[in-house]
């Protein structure tokens, strides 16, 4: 991957790094790359240890990417979810940043090739470099839809489905052009969140924003392959999400393939055409492309097949955790692409390293526990499913659905300011974050 | 300024206007350019009086400007102060926003000419279009040099300051090449609030954040072409904030001119250079150029010269306020740009119109009644000048500093998000919003 005339430099750069750091005995050094949950887990996990800790990330921050969607739909502030990398590793001194996009891995010379500085050597490599959009192949995706993977993708959206609506105002001959009708694709946990909050959205804030606009004109579209909404769920809790959409007047197109996306709306692959000026593509992921450059075994969605404990074949020193590893249960069953599973993972491949760094023997096969999964529709209505067969939906799975975000949004500050802006939301039926950014002139 | 043959239809447009306005006898239009102090406090002066009103701006929110210094700085999110024009409206039934970039102004005609819809036709005609940076023909600047006006400034701002840090912190380098120096052009309240929250944001967040970075090397100089900063205030409070700014690291450097601005920082007019990789230019203002196609008469600036009430020569209909006028008190002094000027001169206009509209004879003069001005420094520490004589200092000035502000910002939401803001940086010593927006791929 590397050119052979960098092997050189790179030697002694390992060598130099390891007599760098700063105490007597040079301590391992571990690498992490992406600072998305896996990555902050395995960076927490190693605070404090023998062990120096680089965690790389293109960004300076990270992104709380469930609440994605709430920016989207001006509920909450990007900045709201946002939590600077820096910032959360600061009290641990062994922990540094570094920003940086990763162009490539050396994995025989253990060093990450960055494009803003010298190779990064490493002892230990932990990848959590996630997932990205995926279109599957369908055409128009790249051109004609935006996806909700990252902060630019929701403040952009933001914007988007805002100036829809201005454009309209403007010019209302536009609705007929489908200026007020958004299509979510994808039914998953993303696509039925976002579906029930630009609903709401609409019908709650834009619909006293224009005074001039017939916005019940508008319409949120969602358009899912499989004849069910969160596929994941029980049937229960589907029912209940599609219950819970339509009393939002989201309209449902289940069982039918996206056949393409353009500039007027999307094809199903029925024939039916649904005109839409704002497409959003949340119908799947695949593994971050870094993936694809390594030259290691991977699934047919991109990740990266591992052993048990998470370890690449041929390459104990170097973990794979969350979206990016093809891991699997006892059963051979592939863990599902959640934040939890991400988090396990990492705190598994941390403590793994220590157990090498430590010389205590075998590593252990990396378990998920389920802890549930949740999605919410909208104002005092979410579905939950929780170990034990427990089940909530109304208003209690939505209590604990806010509950539990909170608690797992990082920093006492972004969890004041969004239980501030969330208290705001419900008390105000307001959505106080309704900016369009402008694009540069 | 309008091609001859728009003239039928800007003729028709009119009528149709009024024709449409809902009411039994059609009432008086009144457009509003600009949705900055003085347009708000025009548009509340309107609101639920017998006239429909259109507030035009080219963005969907209010940018409160003094606030803009401290997203630049991380200690405010970029929402937190832009709160959404339709809301602030939403319960003026009379008044609706239209979103638009305002092109010209037919005086002739009375339409407003924007750049998505029809032109907009008005009985009364309030610009409140504000000022924009000039260079005032320094070399450089416009290239070079990142102006704090907006809120895309201030974010882009806050992205350049961050991510030389980030480049320093890759390759120290650039710490020769003045990657942690900053030049702010312009001891005005602004230069002088700025420099005092980067040097905290240095010394205080940035210290923390990077643990392998010398950020004892990062500089702020304020550089000024008159003898002093704050310029408008008193000796005492001058002195005042240079010994803060002094006390925070800030290098001062009045009196000298800045003779150009090129990649590498500025050239004083002495020819000494101060090397730095951000350059702010908080050095001056000039009317926005909307003034500049209407073919009135205007100073040097590009104000709009006014008559005594605000209105026009030769357009009674037509009122121009806060920074876009060239008001002048009855000595023939010119009025300060502040927003509280816009405010009192927005007020006046919008009762000058309703007193015509009322048929009650005629205007008077505008009088600013000077509430005083404020700038503050950094952490506990700022001056006020209020009116009778009373000067304020330090704590006292600082509270009384953040009391107005939060009081004069708009939106419960804000003031609430903004005071929860104000009190985590005060107590974590931090600033929560260290975002690095990321450039578009």
Same mark, same amino acid.
């Given at each position: 991957?590397?050119?052979?005339?960098?092997?050189?430099?790179?030697?002694?750069?390992?060598?130099?790094? =390891?007599?760098?750091?700063?105490?007597?005995?040079?301590?391992?050094?571990?690498?992490?790359?992406?600072?998305?949950?896996?990555?902050?887990?395995?960076?927490?996990?190693?605070?404090?240890?023998?062990?120096?800790?680089?965690?790389?990330?293109?960004?300076?921050?990270?992104? +709380?990417?469930?609440?994605?969607?709430?920016?989207?739909?001006?509920?909450?502030?990007?900045?709201?979810?946002?939590?600077?990398?820096?910032?959360?590793?600061?009290?641990?001194?062994?922990?540094?940043?570094?920003?940086?996009?990763?162009?490539?891995?050396?994995?025989?010379?253990?060093?990450?090739?960055?494009?803003?500085? *010298?190779?990064?050597?490493?002892?230990?490599?932990i990848l959590a470099?996630?997932?990205?959009?995926?279109?599957?192949?369908?055409?128009?995706?790249?051109?004609?839809?935006? *996806?909700?993977?990252?902060? @630019?993708?929701?403040?952009?959206?933001?914007?988007?489905?805002?100036? =829809?609506?201005? @454009?309209?105002?403007?010019?209302?001959?536009?609705?007929? @052009?489908?200026?007020?009708?958004?299509?979510?694709?994808?039914?998953?946990?993303?696509?039925?969140?976002?579906?029930?909050?630009?609903?709401?959205?609409?019908?709650?804030?834009?619909?006293?924003?224009?005074?001039?606009?017939?916005?019940?004109?508008?319409?949120?579209?969602?358009?899912?392959?499989?004849?069910?909404?969160?596929?994941?769920?029980?049937?229960?809790?589907?029912?209940?999400?599609? @219950?819970?959409?339509?009393? =939002?007047?989201?309209?449902?197109?289940?069982?039918?393939?996206?056949?393409?996306?353009?500039?007027?709306?999307?094809?199903?692959?029925?024939?039916?055409?649904?005109?839409? =000026?704002?497409?959003?593509?949340?119908?799947?992921?695949?593994?971050?492309?870094?993936a694809?450059?390594?030259?290691?075994?991977?699934?047919?969605?991109?990740e990266i097949?591992v052993?048990?404990?998470l370890s690449v074949?041929?390459?104990?020193?170097v973990f794979v955790v969350g979206?990016l590893a093809?891991a699997?249960?006892?059963?051979?069953?592939?863990?599902?692409?959640?934040?939890?599973?991400?988090?396990?993972?990492?705190?598994?491949a941390?403590?793994?390293?220590?157990?090498?760094?430590?010389?205590?023997?075998?590593?252990?096969?990396?378990?998920?526990?389920?802890?549930?999964?949740?999605?919410?529709?909208?104002?005092?209505?979410?579905?939950?499913?929780?170990?034990?067969?427990?089940?909530?939906?109304?208003?209690?799975?939505?209590?604990?659905?806010?509950?539990?975000?909170?608690? +797992?949004?990082?920093? +006492?500050?972004?969890?004041?300011?969004?239980?501030?802006?969330?208290?705001?939301?419900? +008390?105000?039926?307001?959505?106080?974050?309704?900016?369009?950014?402008?694009? *540069?002139?």
């Amino acid at each position: 991957m590397v050119p052979a005339d960098r092997d050189v430099t790179l030697a002694a750069l390992a060598l130099q790094t =390891r007599a760098v750091s700063g105490t007597r005995a040079p301590l391992p050094h571990v690498v992490i790359v992406g600072g998305g949950f896996g990555g902050i887990a395995a960076a927490k996990t190693l605070a404090g240890k023998p062990v120096t800790v680089t965690l790389v990330d293109r960004n300076n921050f990270h992104t +709380f990417s469930p609440l994605l969607y709430q920016v989207a739909t001006s509920a909450l502030a990007p900045d709201d979810i946002a939590p600077n990398l820096r910032g959360i590793v600061r009290r641990s001194r062994n922990i540094e940043a570094h920003l940086g996009r990763v162009l490539d891995v050396d994995l025989d010379h253990h060093a990450v090739i960055v494009d803003n500085g *010298p190779p990064i050597a490493y002892d230990y490599l932990i990848l959590a470099a996630g997932s990205v959009s995926s279109d599957f192949g369908v055409p128009g995706v790249a051109t004609h839809a935006i *996806p909700l993977k990252s902060l @630019e993708d929701a403040t952009r959206l933001r914007s988007t489905v805002l100036r =829809r609506f201005e @454009e309209a105002n403007a010019n209302p001959a536009l609705i007929d @052009e489908g200026a007020l009708r958004v299509v979510v694709a994808g039914g998953g946990p993303t696509g039925v969140e976002l579906s029930g909050a630009l609903a709401e959205l609409f019908t709650k804030v834009l619909a006293k924003d224009f005074k001039n606009l017939d916005v019940s004109r508008a319409e949120v579209v969602l358009v899912e392959a499989v004849p069910a909404v969160l596929g994941s769920f029980s049937p229960a809790s589907q029912r209940e999400a599609v @219950e819970e959409l339509e009393a =939002r007047g989201v309209q449902l197109r289940l069982g039918t393939p996206i056949a393409r996306v353009d500039g007027d709306g999307v094809e199903l692959t029925d024939g039916t055409r649904v005109t839409a =000026r704002t497409v959003v593509w949340c119908a799947g992921v695949r593994a971050n492309p870094i993936a694809d450059s390594l030259g290691l075994a991977r699934t047919r969605l991109g990740e990266i097949v591992v052993n048990k404990d998470l370890s690449v074949p041929g390459h104990p020193e170097v973990f794979v955790v969350g979206d990016l590893a093809a891991a699997t249960d006892r059963a051979g069953r592939p863990y599902p692409q959640l934040a939890p599973v991400a988090m396990q993972g990492a705190r598994h491949a941390a403590r793994s390293i220590m157990r090498r760094v430590r010389g205590r023997g075998r590593t252990t096969r990396f378990r998920y526990f389920n802890k549930g999964v949740m999605a919410t529709i909208g104002r005092r209505s979410a579905v939950a499913e929780l170990p034990l067969g427990v089940h909530l939906a109304g208003t209690l799975g939505w209590l604990s659905w806010l509950g539990l975000h909170l608690v +797992f949004l990082m920093g +006492f500050r972004n969890r004041a300011v969004v239980f501030l802006n969330w208290a705001w939301n419900y +008390f105000s039926w307001d959505r106080g974050n309704r900016i369009i950014i402008p694009d *540069p002139d």
